[in-house]
């Protein structure tokens, strides 16, 4: 039978394991955009239940246990790949709590309700990944179970069962078989699976090969504690929002022009009965007197980026502080990485924006902090990336307030989602109305390869300039310039009307200007092409298509 702190241990041993070889994990993923990639993520989420485990004494039930990793995993977990790893686990220990001891039974049925609850969360399920591997471990290590209750010889089979559905992954999954890979997830999940095994059948503990286990926390903790020096991001001092009601047919398209002559970041929304303006500039006034002449003025507000900059450069930040949900209020928390985009997030109306995206996926505990701290009775989250979502999921349950997840993969889809709030109308048919706008944004990005790869018999070297639309790969090009122009082409039609081009790190300020200007006046000659420094990290450019 295993006892708690054996169960401790071997959880701990199966931690380390994956951290060990977390880099051998990333390198099989097939994609080469920059990710938060599969190891990494499935370690960082490991590592937060081996913090709170090795808190404990050695006269601790298997049940408790089992329910003190399931809840820092859940809590620490990060990237699709992490968040299922901690629904494994959450469901393992659904099976064994209120057990002293656990026999090979036990652990098989335990893994069962874990591959149950995993296949629930995910909206798809698909066949070829971790998900595979999780299923055939419990199917023969019950089947193991039924012969003999013995742990150890269950736990063997589980294992083995794990690597020989590994070995298959790449026949139910075409893409691996091209790239003669097996799946990440599941090599991961196998890796976790043996570290274990080396304690309950042997009584090692597998050792970390690293001192500084928290480093990838760390990095994070580094990236949210970096604060540009104001003066270098910020021309105009007011961030200025307003709302008017039409009443009048006067051209919004004029407005948006007089609003680029005296700022930047200038975003107008035309809908059918209101105008909302968003811009930053120094002579705030006129830009209301401007939007007066459209209707009448629904609602203000204008703020100092200087000034709410030297406090944020006072110091590094600190930790979120949990506030009371004022009952009615609706707030909005965001993710996003680059100095412009959080503080375009902010501008938009989030009381709290994750530090976080591409290659730094938060964890579910990162944004349910920021839920806790955002003074409302319902809270929508706005992920901005595919692979935050399901992270962001989790947290429903966790807050003391109503979480509304809208699935937005990418910050225009985010970006729209916000502009789209309407206060008069009630939390889910905001829910539904955002979505579907956000849904309807085009979405471009210029990267990079981060690893050599054949993608669509198409071989990418290392280093390579990317085009993506909608998150699929493209094209890819030698310059970032001549990618920016390739994918404009590819997305702006006809119908196109509204087009935001972000640039980020590494992109000068007149760089960008001139990749404005020439899709203003050689692709798009009739839209109005507006620019945004988001300052994000991965993507040179965002492009914007509505």
């Not at 057990?99 to 798809?124: F, P, Q, S």
């Not at 001092?237 to 009601?245: A, D, G, H, N, Q």
């Not at 680029?260 to 107008?268: F, P, T």
């Not at 699935?407 to 889809?413: E, H, K």
Request: charged letters at 25%; a negative charge; aromatic letters at 6%.
């Amino acid at each position: 039978m295993i006892k708690g702190s054996v169960l401790r241990d071997a959880i701990i041993s199966g931690a380390n394991v994956i951290e060990n070889k977390k880099r051998s994990v990333d390198e099989l993923n097939i994609f080469p955009v920059p990710d938060g990639d599969t190891g990494t993520n499935m370690s960082m989420t490991m590592a937060a239940g081996r913090k709170e485990l090795m808190q404990l004494g050695d006269n601790e039930p298997v049940g408790t246990v089992a329910a003190k990793a399931a809840s820092a995993f859940l809590r620490g977990a990060r990237g699709n790949s992490g968040v299922i790893t901690s629904l494994l686990f959450r469901g393992f220990s659904k099976g064994l709590k209120g057990l002293e001891e656990a026999g090979g039974t036990d652990l098989a049925n335990a893994l069962t309700l874990g591959v149950e609850a995993a296949y629930k969360a995910v909206m798809k399920p698909t066949e070829g990944t971790i998900l595979t591997v999780a299923r055939v471990a419990a199917e023969r290590g019950r089947v193991a179970a039924s012969f003999d209750n013995d742990p150890n010889h269950v736990w063997d089979e589980i294992c083995n069962a794990a690597e020989d559905a590994l070995e298959t992954t790449p026949e139910l999954l075409p893409v691996l078989k091209r790239a003669g890979v097996v799946d990440a997830g599941g090599q991961g999940l196998c890796l976790i699976f043996r570290g274990m095994q080396s304690v309950f059948r042997d009584g090692i503990i597998a050792a970390s090969e690293t001192t500084d286990a928290a480093a990838p926390a760390g990095d994070v903790d580094s990236f949210k504690a970096t604060v540009a020096q104001f003066d270098e991001v910020i021309n105009f001092t007011y961030c200025t929002e307003f709302i008017v009601e039409k009443e009048n047919t006067n051209d919004p398209a004029k407005l948006r022009t007089f609003l680029e002559s005296i700022g930047d970041c200038v975003v107008v929304v035309d809908d059918d009965e209101i105008i909302k303006v968003h811009v930053h500039t120094n002579q705030p006034g006129e830009a209301i007197s401007k939007g007066l002449t459209y209707g009448s003025l629904i609602s203000n507000k204008i703020e100092n980026m200087r000034k709410q900059h030297e406090n944020a450069g006072a110091g590094a930040p600190k930790k979120l502080e949990r506030v009371d949900p004022v009952e009615g209020a609706v707030g909005f928390v965001a993710v996003a990485a680059g100095e412009g985009l959080v503080s375009l997030f902010h501008d938009l109306g989030c009381e709290n924006v994750v530090s976080g995206g591409q290659t730094m996926n938060p964890s579910t505990e990162d944004i349910l902090e920021a839920v806790q701290a955002t003074a409302a009775s319902t809270v929508f989250v706005l992920p901005n990336n595919k692979n935050i979502i399901m992270a962001a999921e989790q947290a429903i349950p966790l807050a003391d307030r109503r979480v509304i997840v809208l699935p937005t993969r990418t910050i225009p889809q985010g970006l729209t989602a916000m502009l789209t709030f309407n206060p008069d109308a009630n939390a889910d048919e905001n829910a539904v109305d955002m979505f579907k706008a956000a849904e309807r944004v085009g979405t471009g990005q210029i990267t990079y390869a981060a690893r050599n790869s054949e993608f669509n018999d198409k071989k990418i070297k290392e280093g390579e300039i990317l085009g993506l639309v909608n998150g699929k790969l493209s094209f890819t090009e030698k310059t970032r310039n001549k990618a920016i122009v390739k994918l404009a082409k590819q997305m702006v039609g006809r119908d196109t009307s509204f087009i935001t081009l972000i640039y980020g790190e590494g992109v000068t300020d007149e760089e960008a200007e001139e990749t404005r200007k020439f899709i203003e006046n050689k692709i798009a000659k009739n839209v109005e092409v507006t620019l945004v420094n988001g300052g994000q990290p991965v993507y040179y450019y965002i492009l914007s298509v509505e």
